[in-house]
C-alpha cells in the first residue's frame, strides 16, 4: 500500500506556479521522498528526492515541511506540457525496498 | 546515454493466448523492475531483480505470468495463458541499484508495451 496521500486532481493556470501538496505522516527516518510524472501514453519520469532540506533542480523545487509528515513540489513556472499524473513516493533510499506508486494527483495546466 | 528500450509498444492478442514482452535496461544498471499499470490506476510492481536474482515477485501472477532476466541484463515477462484482466501498460524500468547515495534508487521508466486482450 502506498504510504503517501495526494488530491486526486487538480488544476493550474498557464505560467503559474503549480504547487503540488503530498502527505506523508507515517514517514521513516531513513525514507526520501521521491516525485515522479507520468505525461499521458508515457513511462513515469523522475523528478526531483529529498530527506529533510529542501531542494530544487532544473525541473522543480521539492520543500519538506520540517517534521517531514507532508512536502510540496513546486513547478514555477507551469507551462502546458507539465500536465501529467504527479506522484509523490517515499522509500528508503538504502536497500531494495520497492517502489510503491499510488494514484497520483492529475495536474492540468489551463491555457 | 540511451533510455530502457521495451518492445513490442503494442500488442493485441485473444485470450488464452500467450504474450512476451522485452527489456534492455540502462547499461550498468542492476536493478531491474517490472510493473502493470491498468487504465486510471499508478504502476504496480510485478517483479524485481537485483543483476539476474529476484528481489520481489510477491505480486506476480504465477500462474500464467514469468519473468527472467539472463545474464543480469535483458530481461523477458511473458504471460500464458493471457486474460481479458490483462490488458494493461507493462512497464519496464532500471536504476544502479542500492547503494549509498539516494540517487542509485532513481528508476528511469520506458515508454512501455500495451497489452490488449480481446
Known amino acids: 500500500d502506498a504510504k503517501t496521500t495526494q488530491p486526486p486532481s487538480m488544476d493550474c493556470a498557464e505560467g503559474r506556479a503549480a504547487n503540488l501538496p503530498c502527505n506523508h505522516s507515517t514517514i521513516s527516518g531513513n525514507e526520501y521522498v521521491y516525485w515522479y510524472r507520468q505525461i499521458h501514453s508515457q513511462g513515469p519520469q523522475y523528478i526531483i528526492h529529498?530527506?529533510?532540506n529542501n531542494e530544487t533542480n532544473e525541473m522543480a523545487s521539492l520543500i519538506i515541511t520540517e517534521d517531514r509528515k507532508s512536502s510540496t513540489l513546486i513547478l514555477p513556472h507551469a507551462t502546458l506540457r507539465d500536465t501529467a499524473v504527479y506522484y509523490c513516493?517515499?522509500?528508503?533510499?538504502?536497500?531494495?525496498?520497492?517502489?510503491?506508486f499510488g494514484t497520483g494527483t492529475r495536474l492540468t495546466i489551463i491555457p | 546515454e540511451a533510455g530502457v528500450a521495451q518492445s513490442p509498444r503494442y500488442k493485441i492478442i485473444e485470450k488464452r493466448q500467450s504474450v512476451a514482452f522485452w527489456c534492455n535496461p540502462i547499461s550498468g544498471h542492476a536493478t531491474l523492475y517490472w510493473y502493470q499499470q491498468i487504465l486510471g490506476q499508478g504502476p504496480k510492481l510485478l517483479i524485481q531483480?537485483?543483476?539476474?536474482?529476484?528481489?520481489?515477485d510477491s505480486q506476480l501472477p504465477k500462474d500464467r505470468f514469468s519473468a527472467e532476466r539472463l545474464k543480469g541484463v535483458d530481461s523477458t515477462l511473458k504471460i500464458q495463458p493471457a486474460k481479458l484482466e490483462d490488458s494493461a501498460v507493462y512497464l519496464c524500468?532500471?536504476?544502479?541499484?542500492?547503494?549509498?547515495?539516494?540517487?542509485?534508487?532513481?528508476?528511469?521508466f520506458g515508454a512501455g508495451s500495451r497489452l490488449t486482450v480481446l
Open positions: 529529498g530527506l529533510k
Open positions: 524500468a532500471s536504476s544502479l541499484g542500492p547503494g549509498v547515495s539516494s540517487g542509485a534508487n532513481v528508476l528511469t
Open positions: 513516493i517515499v522509500r528508503p533510499y538504502f536497500g531494495n525496498e520497492k517502489l510503491t
Open positions: 531483480f537485483q543483476n539476474n536474482g529476484v528481489v520481489d
